[in-house]
Each structure stands twice: as structure tokens, then as C-alpha cells.
């Protein structure tokens, strides 16, 4: 398979001389093209800053953080902006939407920011609307819909420029239980259907079961790695369960 995104050595810290705080001491794994994959950990463990370095968010202090072969700790800060839009997607949990802009207008801003030719804005909404199910919704704006309706019109707007890696930080974090199962549903579809590659960070175990495969973080390290491989969604949350009562964490339910 052809690896997408590689991480060798990574460490990050914080403070100076005398007062330092290691996030992250030295974590290194690839992913594969067409992957889901689930990062979690309890608080403090280093998930979220592990996607800021590799989001480009924030810089590693040490290692190098490799996308389709290339290094981005190296790329220059004043090239850091057009590389994010050309190769990541990102899905928030606060959705990020403009409630002044309609669902359609806030995904083709994406792409009005990659110039994409005016022609061809109409027809990539249509077909990434129809995917996520929000064709009947395209002409309201963020406040005149569900929270599932807006997760989905970030997902849309994540992925309308086919981004090498989809980044998702808590996705779930702001939805209640039954948009969050529709919401990683859509998710699981963009990674089953049109391949996506995907990079989620959550704490909870019922979110975290979507994936393929799951890195748990403790203390800044990765403590383990969980395969679903052929287990069910059921089977793969319970073992995520076990994981995270070793470690420390949060749990759902699934059905």
C-alpha cells in the first residue's frame, strides 16, 4: 500500500531551560492511503498536540513529519497556508461555518479560496451534497439547521478539494448521541466510498470504534495499537474499553 503520512521521532515541548514540558517524547507510525485511523488518549496524553504538529498547527520540536514524501516540519511558515489548503482537510468540533454565508456558499468557499474556475463550483457542490445527504438543505444557513446538518456541511467542505488527509479533531464533541452516530457514519462512508484518508482524534470509545485501527497515547508515548480487523464495530469497542481502563479514559455506549 502507499503510505500517505509518516511521522519518525516526533517529540514536542514546551517551556525553556529548567522548566520543560515534554507533550510528546517520540512517537513515530505511518498511515496508509485509504486509512481510518483513531488516535486517543486520556487528557494530557498528547493527542491534540500530536495534530497540531502534524496539522502544521504548531512546530515539532523534534523528528520530522513526512506527507507524501514530503517533510513539512521543513516547509517555510510563509508557504504553510497554501500547503494546508492543497493537501489537508480539517473537520472541527465547534463546525467553524459562516453563519452569514448559506450551507452551499460556506462549502464553496473552500473552494474559492483554491480558485477553483467559477464553472466548475456549481457541479462539485451538487456531487459532494448528494454523498452526504444534505442536497435539500444547500440553500439554509448554519443557524436554520440541526448540529448533524452543520458536522455534515463541514465534512463536505473538508473534503470538496480532495485532500490528501482529513484531519478530525473531537468531531462528535458538540453533538448529541444520534447526530453523532449519523455523523460517523458519513464519516466511515468517506473513507469507505471515496477513500479518504482519515486521521481522527477523540476520546471516546463509541466515536473512536469507526476507525480501522486505533493509537493510544499515554504521557506523550504510544502506549498501544488496536487493529479492528475483522471484529465487529461491537467487538472492536469493547476492546477499546479494556484499552482505555488500563490507561484512563471516557466510554459510551454502542448498539
Do not use: W
Not at 496508509?32 to 495534530?51: D, N, P, V, Y
Not at 479518504?196 to 502506549?223: C, N, P, Q
Request: aromatic residues 6%; contains cysteine; proline residues 2%.
Amino acid at each position: 500500500m502507499n503510505t500517505i503520512l509518516k511521522l519518525e521521532h516526533i517529540q514536542k515541548y514546551y517551556g525553556n531551560e529548567g522548566n520543560i514540558t515534554k507533550a510528546i517524547k517520540d512517537i513515530s507510525f505511518s498511515v496508509e492511503a485509504g486509512e481510518f485511523l483513531g488516535i486517543m488518549g486520556a487528557s494530557g496524553s498528547g493527542k491534540t498536540t500530536l495534530l497540531n504538529c502534524i496539522s502544521t498547527i504548531d512546530t515539532v520540536s523534534a523528528g520530522h513529519i513526512f506527507l507524501e514524501g514530503t517533510d513539512i516540519t521543513e516547509i517555510k511558515p510563509k508557504s504553510l497556508a497554501r500547503f494546508r489548503r492543497e493537501n489537508l482537510g480539517f473537520v472541527f468540533q465547534d463546525f467553524n461555518l459562516l453563519d452569514t454565508l448559506t450551507i452551499s456558499e460556506n462549502i464553496a468557499l473552500a473552494l474559492a479560496i483554491n480558485k477553483v474556475p467559477a464553472g466548475s463550483v456549481e457541479p462539485r457542490i451538487l456531487d459532494i451534497a448528494g454523498k452526504l445527504n444534505i442536497s435539500d438543505i444547500l440553500s439554509k444557513y448554519p443557524y436554520q439547521v440541526s448540529g448533524g446538518q452543520k458536522q455534515r456541511c463541514a465534512c463536505a467542505r473538508a473534503i470538496i478539494n480532495n485532500p490528501k488527509l482529513l484531519l478530525a479533531d473531537e468531531p462528535t464533541g458538540a453533538l448529541d448521541s444520534h447526530s453523532s452516530q449519523m455523523l460517523l457514519s458519513t464519516i466511515q462512508s468517506i473513507n469507505e466510498q471515496l477513500r479518504a484518508t482519515i486521521l481522527m482524534v477523540t476520546h471516546d470509545a463509541f466515536t473512536a470504534s469507526y476507525a480501522s485501527r486505533i493509537l493510544f497515547l499515554k504521557d506523550g508515548e504510544i502506549f498501544m495499537e488496536l487493529r479492528k480487523g475483522n471484529d465487529s464495530r461491537s467487538a472492536f469497542f469493547d476492546k477499546i474499553l479494556n484499552v482505555l481502563t488500563m490507561i484512563g479514559g471516557g466510554q459510551s455506549h454502542v448498539c
